[in-house]
């Protein structure tokens, strides 16, 4: 059961909500209003299309709402109800994305996202069923109630196939139709490939080559055994004659090493030689003794070098601050003496200003405004008479007999006259008006200037309060300067006196350490010679060793001839080589005839394994024709059991829907090798096309729906009905309330109206709600429920 349903920007739904409950629900609401888009969201939601969006009617964009707003995404979730456990499904659309985003839940736990995919394949799995059975036996398009009939005859039967799923056996028996003819073409190759071979020649060719090959491997193993021997004999020269070539090697490695240390020896005597004629007379304590007290003499100098240099460092400082705060204070000063000669030039200038203004200036500018305002008084007279004089003129060449003003007769002659003389008048009063605005003008601009001189008189008057101020500040800063200069000058005696005592202390220093460097190096010198004359001595006893190891040497070389080991190996790799190429041309010859063995057993083994082929083929070909026939007859007997599945449900049904006795009964039948829809007329039965009329045909049309919901999807018990009463005539609408209220409860547990009909409101024994939208503004869809 569906119980929920929500959208967001979706179509014309801005944000909807809608519970729904067993029995009938019904969505009401004129054409435009929304209804359908929550049914193909409910389809939607499921199998992520709809029937519209898989025709292309509509893209998938054209879900997302556009009017009365433009949004970028839309949004459905459905809750529903199957086998007590409850679900959620959703989709989510994005602009230029497709569906971003797709989940299902069970019990409100997530189970599958975000894959839409995956999320379809779930749902199937719980309704069990898919899109095609879904919107061809539950799901009824709007105006699409008789989609078996719009069907073209001939197609009927594939279709149901389809939906019955019955089309993969045909696929499959033609499958296996393919298979035989491939199977035969097989069986056929294999019996001529078979029917030219010779299977007892290519024996008698194996055994004579088995025979060959265990002669060569005979001869093969007696030149292997030679070979080993051969290359142990040879193995043991060359590991005689590499211990003869490294003996010799080492003695005269060893001959090397006495040569070399010898030579060591005399170069250290050398060295001992001249460090003896150096250190004569030079005791090694009194060298110890100086370079202690030139290592102090060092620190003590340094430590004054380092108060001097702290003393250098602190009269620095306050040389760098004097002459920092001189810097400063001169830059003070200067910026002191420009305001003080700006302050002698502003005084100047307000002295100036005070003489143009006058004493008076207020009352001046008193005169200038009321000169300025009469200006304005004559202007705007002279414009008012102006406006008259265009009025009179206007009515004087607007009238025939009479003047406007005193009513006398007015000839044509006269009319000009008075026309000339008021346009004299106006070109006088322009030239008034120019002249007046010239003056007025004038007097303006001295009003400005007045107004512009007090202004900055005022402002130099603030401004010069504080001359006396700089100029007590001006004559600080110079007294403050004339000190710092004096500081620092004496800093700077201070610091040339201090730098000559650490130049002096630093040459005392230099010349100690000179000195301490040459003990130094006489010590080092010392050591030097102490080391040599034990290097001596550790150099003569290696060259003894050397000697013993070259007696050693001598002896196990004595008596053993390199030549002749050397001959005795040559041989050995000859011979060792002569037969390793007999061994390599007998295991090419073995190959050969192994690899032709090979090949004649793969054949003799290939012609016995065709046969045993033949035979499998043989029956593989008669079990897929006895497949194809078993196909064929299940095709038949499950059309059969879905005619009588569809029949018995729709003479259940038609008696309740049909109000009339004209027709008694519908069945299914099959005519010609496709589905007709027929109706018993009497003992009659005739086809639903060509004889039943418009309303007829619906309530068959529907009766067939029904029966369709309830054979191909039991388990859900669900109809969808979009606008279900088109060509029913009023008795046949009441009877279809009735039925979707009272009876149709017996076969179908949830069923979803759509309607404009207010008299199938009756039919509502779950909720009902009425769609409204203002279509002309291009409103949102407004939901109001009924009960």
Same mark, same amino acid.
């Given at each position: 059961?569906?119980?929920?349903?929500k959208?967001?920007?979706?179509?014309?739904?801005?944000?909807?909500? %809608?519970?729904?409950?067993?029995?009938?629900?019904?969505?009401?609401?004129?054409?435009?209003s929304?209804?359908?888009?929550?049914?193909?969201?409910?389809?939607?939601?499921?199998f992520?299309?709809?029937?519209?969006?898989?025709?292309?009617?509509?893209?998938?964009?054209? %879900?997302?709402?556009?009017?009365?707003?433009?949004?970028?995404?839309?949004?459905?979730?459905?809750?529903f109800?199957?086998?007590?456990?409850?679900?959620?499904?959703?989709?989510?659309?994005?602009?230029?994305?497709?569906?971003?985003y797709?989940?299902?839940?069970?019990?409100?736990?997530?189970?599958?996202?975000?894959?839409?995919?995956?999320?379809?394949?779930?749902?199937?799995?719980?309704?069990?069923?898919?899109?095609?059975?879904?919107?061809?036996?539950?799901?009824?398009?709007?105006?699409?109630?008789?989609?078996?009939?719009?069907?073209?005859k001939?197609?009927?039967?594939?279709?149901?196939?389809?939906?019955?799923?019955?089309?993969?056996?045909?696929?499959?028996?033609?499958?296996?139709?393919? =298979?035989?003819?491939?199977?035969?073409?097989?069986?056929s190759?294999?019996?001529?490939?078979?029917?030219?071979?010779?299977?007892?020649?290519?024996?008698?060719?194996?055994?004579?080559?088995k025979?060959?090959?265990?002669?060569?491997?005979?001869?093969?193993?007696?030149?292997e055994?030679?070979?080993?021997?051969?290359?142990?004999?040879?193995?043991?020269?060359?590991?005689?004659?590499?211990?003869?070539?490294?003996?010799?090697?080492?003695?005269?490695?060893?001959?090397?090493?006495?040569?070399?240390?010898?030579?060591?020896?005399?170069?250290?005597?050398?060295?001992?030689?001249?460090?003896?004629?150096t250190?004569?007379?030079?005791?090694?304590?009194?060298?110890?003794?100086?370079?202690?007290?030139?290592?102090?003499?060092?620190? @003590?100098?340094?430590?004054l070098?380092?108060?001097?240099?702290?003393?250098?460092?602190?009269f620095?400082?306050q040389?760098?601050?004097?002459?920092?705060?001189? @810097?400063?204070?001169?830059?003070?000063?200067?910026?002191?003496?420009?305001?003080?000669?700006?302050?002698?030039?502003?005084?100047?200038e307000?002295?100036? =200003?005070?003489?143009r203004?006058?004493?008076?200036?207020?009352?001046?500018?008193?005169?200038?405004?009321? =000169?300025?305002?009469?200006?304005?008084?004559?202007?705007?007279?002279?414009?008012?008479?102006?406006?008259?004089?265009?009025?009179?003129?206007?009515?004087?060449?607007?009238?025939?007999?009479?003047?406007?003003?005193?009513?006398?007769?007015?000839?044509?002659?006269?009319?000009?006259?008075?026309?000339?003389q008021?346009?004299?008048?106006?070109?006088?009063?322009?030239?008034?008006?120019?002249?007046?605005?010239?003056?007025?003008?004038?007097?303006?601009?001295?009003?400005?200037?007045?107004?512009?001189?007090?202004?900055?008189?005022?402002?130099?008057v603030?401004?010069?309060?504080?001359?006396?101020?700089?100029?007590?500040?001006?004559?600080?800063?110079?007294?403050?300067?004339?000190?710092l200069?004096?500081?620092?000058?004496?800093?700077?005696?201070?610091?040339?006196?201090?730098?000559?005592?650490?130049?002096?202390?630093?040459?005392?220093?230099?010349?100690?350490?000179?000195?301490?460097?040459?003990?130094e190096?006489?010590?080092?010198?010392?050591?030097?010679?102490?080391?040599?004359?034990?290097?001596?001595?550790?150099?003569?006893?290696q060259?003894?060793?050397?000697?013993?190891h070259?007696?050693?040497?001598?002896?196990?070389?004595?008596?053993?001839?390199?030549?002749?080991?050397?001959?005795?190996?040559?041989?050995?790799?000859?011979?060792?080589?002569?037969?390793?190429?007999?061994?390599?041309?007998?295991?090419?010859?073995?190959?050969?005839?192994?690899?032709?063995?090979?090949?004649?057993?793969?054949?003799?083994?290939?012609?016995?394994?065709?046969?045993?082929?033949?035979?499998? =083929?043989?029956?593989?070909?008669l079990q897929?024709?006895?497949?194809?026939?078993?196909?064929?007859?299940?095709?038949?007997?499950?059309?059969?059991?879905?005619?009588?599945?569809?029949?018995?449900?729709?003479?259940?049904?038609?008696?309740?829907?049909?109000?009339?006795?004209?027709?008694?009964?519908?069945?299914?039948?099959?005519?010609?090798?496709?589905?007709?829809?027929?109706?018993?007329?009497r003992?009659?039965?005739?086809?639903?096309?060509?004889?039943?009329?418009?309303? @007829?045909?619906?309530?068959?049309?529907?009766?067939?729906r029904?029966?369709?919901?309830?054979?191909?999807?039991?388990?859900?018990?669900?109809?969808?009905?979009?606008?279900?009463?088109?060509?029913?005539d009023?008795?046949?609408?009441?009877?279809?309330?009735?039925?979707?209220?009272d009876?149709?409860?017996?076969?179908?547990d949830?069923?979803?109206?759509?309607t404009?009909?207010?008299?199938?409101?009756?039919?509502?024994?779950?909720?009902?709600?009425?769609? @409204?939208?203002?279509?002309?503004?291009?409103?949102?869809?407004?939901?109001?429920?009924?009960?």
């Open positions: 059961m569906i119980t929920n349903v959208l967001k920007n979706w179509r014309s739904h801005a944000s909807s909500e %809608l519970n729904f409950n067993k029995g009938t629900n019904a969505l009401v609401g004129h054409i435009g929304g209804k359908t888009t929550i049914l193909d969201s409910i389809c939607f939601a499921f992520g299309t709809f029937p519209n969006l898989q025709a292309r009617k509509l893209k998938l964009e054209d %879900l997302i709402m556009n009017k009365p707003s433009i949004k970028d995404m839309a949004e459905v979730e459905v809750s109800q199957v086998d007590d456990k409850t679900y959620s499904v959703k989709r989510i659309i994005e602009k230029r994305k497709g569906t971003t797709s989940e299902i839940r069970e019990n409100n736990k997530l189970v599958e996202a975000p894959s839409p995919q995956r999320v379809t394949e779930i749902v199937e799995k719980i309704l069990k069923v898919d899109y095609e059975l879904f919107s061809k036996a539950i799901y009824s398009e709007q105006n699409a109630l008789d989609y078996f009939l719009t069907i073209p001939g197609q009927r039967m594939r279709k149901i196939d389809e939906l019955l799923m019955i089309d993969k056996f045909e696929r499959a028996r033609a499958n296996a139709t393919t =298979l035989v003819n491939r199977v035969v073409e097989r069986k190759a294999k019996q001529s490939m078979v029917d030219q071979s010779d299977m007892g020649e290519l024996e008698t060719i194996v055994n004579d080559l025979s060959q090959l265990d002669n060569i491997l005979s001869e093969k193993v007696q030149l055994n030679e070979n080993s021997e051969t290359t142990r004999k040879r193995a043991f020269l060359e590991k005689e004659l590499k211990e003869l070539y490294k003996l010799l090697e080492n003695f005269e490695a060893l001959k090397r090493d006495e040569k070399g240390i010898t030579s060591a020896m005399q170069e250290i005597s050398d060295v001992v030689s001249k460090l003896e004629g250190l004569a007379n030079i005791d090694k304590d009194s060298l110890r003794e100086n370079i202690s007290a030139s290592t102090r003499l060092v620190d @003590e100098l340094t430590n070098l380092n108060e001097k240099n702290n003393d250098y460092q602190k620095l400082s040389y760098s601050r004097s002459k920092t705060e001189h @810097e400063l204070y001169k830059k003070e000063l200067n910026k002191l003496n420009d305001q003080f000669e700006e302050m002698v030039e502003l005084q100047k307000a002295e100036r =200003l005070k003489k203004t006058g004493k008076d200036s207020d009352n001046e500018i008193d005169k200038k405004k009321i =000169l300025v305002e009469e200006y304005i008084g004559k202007l705007e007279s002279i414009k008012i008479r102006m406006n008259d004089l265009v009025d009179v003129i206007d009515q004087l060449s607007s009238v025939k007999a009479k003047c406007p003003i005193c009513e006398s007769k007015l000839t044509e002659e006269k009319k000009i006259v008075l026309i000339k008021k346009q004299k008048e106006i070109h006088d009063l322009n030239e008034d008006l120019e002249r007046f605005s010239r003056q007025k003008q004038i007097a303006e601009e001295d009003l400005r200037n007045i107004e512009r001189s007090i202004n900055k008189l005022k402002e130099l603030i401004v010069t309060k504080n001359f006396e101020e700089i100029k007590s500040n001006r004559e600080e800063v110079q007294n403050i300067l004339k000190v200069i004096e500081n620092t000058s004496s800093y700077e005696k201070e610091l040339i006196k201090i730098k000559k005592e650490l130049s002096d202390v630093q040459g005392k220093i230099n010349t100690v350490q000179d000195d301490n460097q040459k003990f190096i006489m010590l080092l010198h010392m050591r030097n010679y102490e080391a040599s004359k034990v290097r001596i001595e550790e150099l003569n006893s060259r003894n060793r050397i000697l013993a070259l007696q050693e040497a001598d002896r196990l070389i004595a008596g053993r001839n390199i030549q002749m080991i050397e001959n005795e190996l040559r041989h050995a790799v000859g011979r060792e080589r002569e037969v390793s190429a007999k061994i390599t041309a007998l295991d090419k010859l073995v190959s050969e005839r192994e690899s032709r063995l090979k090949e004649l057993e793969t054949s003799l083994s290939v012609g016995k394994r065709e046969k045993e082929e033949i035979k499998k =083929l043989d029956h593989t070909i897929l024709k006895i497949f194809g026939k078993a196909l064929e007859e299940t095709q038949i007997q499950l059309r059969q059991e879905f005619i009588i599945s569809v029949n018995a449900a729709m003479n259940r049904l038609w008696e309740t829907l049909y109000p009339y006795q004209d027709f008694s009964g519908i069945r299914l039948n099959v005519e010609e090798g496709d589905y007709v829809l027929q109706l018993q007329s003992n009659e039965w005739v086809n639903v096309e060509g004889i039943a009329s418009g309303g @007829e045909r619906s309530i068959a049309a529907l009766t067939l029904i029966a369709f919901s309830l054979v191909l999807a039991p388990q859900l018990r669900w109809l969808f009905l979009d606008e279900p009463t088109q060509n029913l009023t008795a046949s609408v009441n009877v279809l309330a009735n039925t979707l209220r009876r149709i409860g017996e076969f179908i949830q069923c979803f109206l759509i404009h009909q207010s008299e199938l409101e009756d039919a509502v024994t779950g909720n009902a709600y009425r769609l @409204e939208r203002d279509k002309a503004n291009d409103g949102y869809t407004q939901i109001i429920q009924l009960n």
